[in-house]
């Protein structure tokens, strides 16, 4: 009976040829000859591109949220305003501290709004084109829409910024996280019409349904109770 000391000796050089290329030494093999000496440093690999772009992304994002960009989560803070005989201005932001991310004007009255939300459900859809030629930005950076309350027709809705008066009136309502009321009236000036302001704000739910439409529904703390009001961004 064999035993493993008894295997064939050239049995480990048969393995070992069979994963390395062996060679034999050429005749004029000198053994004092040296070979030049390697740098065997290992190259630092440098991280993927798309390591690098993800990382450079998330900082990005950081950083336009906290200076209250484009960018919005899932919850955010919803406030209608606007002058009764005024049209009525939509703001969405982050935080009540913020800068809103999303800010249109409507052509509608606040009046109409009110009379509308007395209703008991306000579905207000904004609805912009495609276009042709370049890619289409974000939804929420398109300067003109189209307006519809509760399938009804209210001429255009403009896309603002958020200036002195804008930040006066948020600001006003800053500690109020949900509720509508009424600020005192004031003379006009700057174009804007005097009168009462009307607000409401509340939490509203950010649905992103794709990169040409996405939802907003106001959120009822208790569950139920209180108007339905949802707004819908579209791009067709």
Same mark, same amino acid.
């Given at each position: 009976?064999? #035993? ?5 000796? %050239? ?6 040829? *069979? ?30 591109? &798309? ?11 950081? &950083?336009k949220k906290r200076a209250g960009?484009?960018?919005?989560? #899932?919850?955010?803070?919803?406030t209608l305003f606007g002058y *009764? *005989? ?14 809103? !991310? ?7 009255? #606040?009046?109409?709004?009110?009379? /509308?939300?007395? @209703? ?11 276009? &042709? ?16 309350? %509760? ?20 600001? @006003?309502i800053g500690p109020v996280s ?6 005192? !009236? ?11 302001? #009307? ?14 439409? /996405? !939802? ?13 009001? @949802?707004?819908?961004?579209? *791009?067709?």
């Amino acid at each position: 009976m064999k #035993t493993i000391m008894d295997r064939n000796p %050239n049995d480990s050089l048969s393995i070992s040829s *069979r994963h390395f290329n062996w060679r034999d030494k050429p005749e004029d093999y000198d053994e004092e000859t040296r070979l030049p000496e390697l740098d065997l440093a290992v190259p630092k690999r440098k991280p993927p591109r &798309t390591a690098v772009a993800r990382l450079r992304s998330v900082l990005s994002f950081g &950083t336009k949220k906290r200076a209250g960009g484009g960018n919005l989560g #899932t919850r955010v803070v919803g406030t209608l305003f606007g002058y *009764r *005989r005024g049209h009525v201005l939509f703001s969405f932001q982050d935080d009540p501290k913020l800068c809103p !991310a999303f800010l249109v004007e409507m052509a509608m009255h #606040t009046s109409v709004l009110v009379r /509308e939300m007395a @209703s008991g459900a306000v579905r207000v859809a904004l609805e912009c084109d495609k276009g &042709t030629g370049k890619k289409p930005g974000r939804i929420l950076e398109e300067p003109v829409w189209r307006t519809y309350c %509760n399938g009804r027709r209210y001429g255009f809705a403009v896309k603002r910024e958020c200036g002195p008066d804008e930040w006066k009136v948020l600001n @006003s309502i800053g500690p109020v996280s949900m509720g509508a009321g009424v600020l005192p !009236a004031k003379e006009s000036d700057g174009g804007m019409p005097a009168g009462e302001m #009307t607000y409401m704000r509340a939490m509203f739910e950010r649905v992103v349904g794709s990169k040409d439409s /996405e !939802a907003f529904y106001m959120m009822n703390p208790d569950g139920h109770g209180g108007p339905e009001f @949802s707004l819908y961004l579209l *791009r067709v």
